[in-house]
């Protein structure tokens, strides 16, 4: 129950029916508590269980449009 | 070894199990651990609950296999103070800010004047006398672990076995190297562990690792495991963390090289909880109840005498003498004859209560030298001839072990919906 995705909409839709959400991530620190905040959920961190960098070539990261993506990064509502 | 559980006859086919509470989860899972007898969340203080008489006895197995996996792997075990001197706890600075707002003081002590907490986790009490154990390079990797209670002031609610103020099955490991080199070589063994007991327990997981703002307090970094419990909440149920040598020169941990020079320590630690019960309870039940894996259920198969009036003698005759055939293979096994309760009635309570596997006698089984085998976790029902219920038993147990633990494999949480 690992949802790749790349739009924020799309990333609320998942987490809103429970499971995990893979969003684009720079690396960047504050980038990625925005997403956190964007999203109202909480990072799990980046994959080891698979590559994090698998097809990131091309993505944005979802908070900052400026920078390029160079992981999946994992979110969920988590207790 | 003619039987196989292909050639056992299926007499009931098997159903969807009943998941609609289970999906509900915190009150599924408050129902199941109080109804079964397994915990007890009524206790007067906040965050501290009651482990009872059949929660022991699943988390006496659970436990027996993590020291099993921590003594083969070259850890020790040990068994520290639950007291830590203040100014211990406060020497790495990033660990006690991580820290001191949810450390219980110890008020009080007679009349003295010391400044005592109860560990919140063990590396400040461990590192004090790793310095006095750890001369030379000879003496690395030093690796202990221990199973203890340990305590944070929790602000956020408290949920039995899952936020809790005494966390009481925390398997804390300690480990010391020579280098970076070695110390990251443990932490990879330390997610192997891991993934092992969690197979064990058929618990799926991810396994990521935290971003900078989550690591462990006085952590290089952190590795989690995460679960996906069935509202779709995930929950984590281990971490390891790399800790460099922040410890080790707060509090002077050194070694002497091979060369002659004094060099610190790069120590790990990794931890994992009670939750790793929780997540095994929340994966495998359903609006009956629990099921528990054969490898960690206090009893693996529990038989039913169905009797009748003038067949009870023979009926439980032939109960004992197969609940003897199975302890003696190695099963736990228990009859229950209860006079008071009608078979359909024990067949609930035994769901309920997770058994993997359920023996059904009958006067018309006894006649015809056979059994009736229920699967907890298929709801299928089989005959096995008399003569190989041994055998029969062992096929079905390890089929139904089987299937708790594929399940996982063909996606982190299948029954959450797509």
Known sequence: ???????????????????????????????????QQLLDADALGIPLDEDAGKDIGGFRDLACNDKQANYWFRLARRY | MGVSIATLQLI????????????????????????????????????????????????????????????????????FPVFIPYEFLAKESEHIRGFENEVFWVSKGGVGEERLVLRPTSETAIMPMFKLWIKDHTDLPFRVYQIVSVFRAETKATRPMIRLREISMFKEAHTAHANREDAERQVREAVEIYRKIFDYLGVPYLISQRPEWDKFAGAVYTIAFDTIMPDGRT?????????????????????????????????????????????????????KGLVLPPNVAPIQVVIVPIM????????????????????????????????????????????????????????????????VLA????????????????????????????????????????????
Request: neutral net charge; glycine residues 8%.
């Open chain 2, 308 to 371: 009748y009036k003038g067949t009870e003698e023979a009926i439980l005759r032939e109960s004992r003498s197969i609940k003897d055939e199975l302890v003696n293979a190695g099963f736990r096994v228990e009859i229950d004859d209860r006079t008071d309760r009608t078979p359909g009635w024990k067949y609930n309570y035994w769901e309920m209560m997770g058994v993997p596997l359920r023996i059904e006698i009958g006067p018309k089984d006894v006649e015809n030298r056979q059994v």
């Open chain 2, 235 to 287: 929950m984590q149920i281990g971490t390891v963390h790399y800790l460099g040598t922040n410890f080790a020169k707060v509090f002077d941990v050194k070694y002497l090289t091979p060369s002659g020079n004094w060099e610190y320590v790069h120590t790990t630690s990794y931890g994992i909880s009670e939750r790793a019960i929780a997540a095994m309870i929340a994966m495998h039940g359903d609006d």
């Open chain 2, 375 to 418: 699967r907890r976790d298929t709801l299928e029902k089989y005959v096995a001839p008399r003569n190989e219920i041994a055998e029969a038993v062992r096929q079905v147990l390890n089929e139904i072990s089987n299937n708790l633990r594929i399940r996982r494999g063909h996606s982190l949480n299948p029954w959450l919906p797509e």
């Open chain 1, 1 to 35: 129950m690992v949802a790749r995705v790349s739009s924020i909409d799309e990333a609320k839709d998942r987490l809103s029916r429970g499971g995990v959400v893979e969003v684009p991530w720079s690396g960047d620190n504050e980038c990625g508590m925005k997403i």
């Open chain 2, 12 to 79: 009931k086919a098997g159903e969807q199990r009943p998941r609609e509470k289970w999906r509900d989860f915190i009150d599924w899972f408050n129902w199941v651990i109080m109804e079964t007898g397994l915990y007890d969340y009524r206790y007067p203080v906040k965050g501290a609950y009651v482990w009872r008489p059949y929660g022991m006895k699943v988390r006496r197995l659970v436990e027996s296999y993590i020291r099993a996996v921590h003594d083969e792997t070259g850890h020790q075990e040990v068994l």
